[in-house]
């Protein structure tokens, strides 16, 4: 056994990197780990002088120190405020330390005791997580949607306090959409032909329609093609409604069953279509894709106040 190492490891209620934590063989991410490196032929040969056995074992030990970031969830008791909670039981980077909802839990201890906070909650305690990360100077990463027009203006005049990243779909995947559709809609920027609609499938019980990420795909068509989106916005159709407007982008809303999360942007000619569609199969892409965004952010070195969009981090 001589010159043989053994290796024990103490468990502490801390945290690593990814880094360190890959070090660590199986550690896990949101705790702290403390070796104790004993050379079992060293122990043999002091044992072998008769010192007394409770202090004959000289122990190397090497203590990796390293803070996770402190995760704090507004929203917690939602959907996606749960599976954030649970992607971080398993996080390298990142711990869960904090969260509220709006029945349960003090918003203003989420902001003391967190890094950063994100929030999926609704506009209006949105607007108040906004308060305290003012008051405390912590970034805030938003995935609410559901704001007004007049709601949009006062985020634009609250960021100039803060750090606020908004995003209204977390999914890496989705955001690449966002890119791809800007690109598609410059490309026919110069072929009016073509003319764009939205159409995005959720489950029963959200509330709020269009989704977050549909306005935002139209937002994109609009940039694309030069528009002002407040006035080529089309929300639903109706008898009276007439013959679709040359410009206009419509939205069709459709709710049914359990399904997570469906959009596609048709560009469409009398002659073709060409269609761009992101299908979520779990929410586990929402919430993997936000604990990302979070280290990102935390991890931008001298990032000033302002408004940031997901696309600012990639």
């Known amino acids: 056994m001589g010159g043989v190492f053994k290796k024990v490891f103490v468990l ?32 043999s040969k002091i044992a072998c002088k008769k010192i007394e056995a409770n202090i004959y074992m000289v122990l ?66 949105f607007f108040t997580a906004c308060t305290f990360a003012k008051k405390y100077q912590k ?46 809609a410059q490309a026919l920027k110069s072929y009016p032909q073509y003319d764009a609609e939205i159409i995005e499938t959720h489950h029963i019980n959200k509330k709020d329609a269009p989704s977050g990420t549909a306005i935002t795909l139209g937002k994109k068509v609009a940039e694309g093609l030069g528009q002002n ?27 049914s069953g359990g399904i997570i999360g469906e959009h596609t942007l048709i560009f469409a000619s009398k002659d073709d279509r060409i269609e761009l569609t992101h299908r979520a199969y779990n929410r586990t892409i929402f919430a993997q894709g936000a604990v990302d965004l979070v280290v990102r952010v935390f991890n931008t070195q001298n990032i000033a106040n302002g408004l940031y969009e ?5």
Do not use: W
């Open 12 to 43: 502490l209620d801390f945290s690593l990197r990814g880094n360190e934590k890959r070090k660590c063989g199986n550690a896990k991410g949101h705790q702290r780990y403390l070796f104790l490196y004993i050379s079992s032929n060293f122990v």
């Open 139 to 184: 970034p805030l990463v938003s995935g609410t949607t559901g704001f007004s027009s007049q709601q949009e203006q006062q985020i634009k005049q609250i960021s100039v306090d803060i750090v606020l990243v908004m995003a209204a779909n977390m999914s890496f995947g989705v955001n690449l959409f966002f890119k791809f559709t800007k690109q598609m």
């Open 229 to 255: 989106f407040e006035e080529v916005a089309k929300y639903g159709r109706n008898l009276s409604d007439g013959i679709k407007k040359q410009g206009e982008i419509g939205f069709s809303s459709i709710r």
């Open 310 to 314: 997901y696309s600012d981090f990639l």
């Open 60 to 125: 190397l030990i090497i203590v990796i120190m390293a803070e996770a970031i402190k995760i704090g969830i507004v929203g917690l008791s939602g959907r996606m405020g749960q599976e954030i909670y649970g992607v971080l039981q398993g996080c390298r980077e990142a711990i869960f330390v904090c969260g509220c909802s709006s029945t349960q839990g003090s918003m203003e201890q989420v902001f003391e005791k967190s890094d950063v906070v994100i929030d999926f909650s609704s506009p209006e305690a």
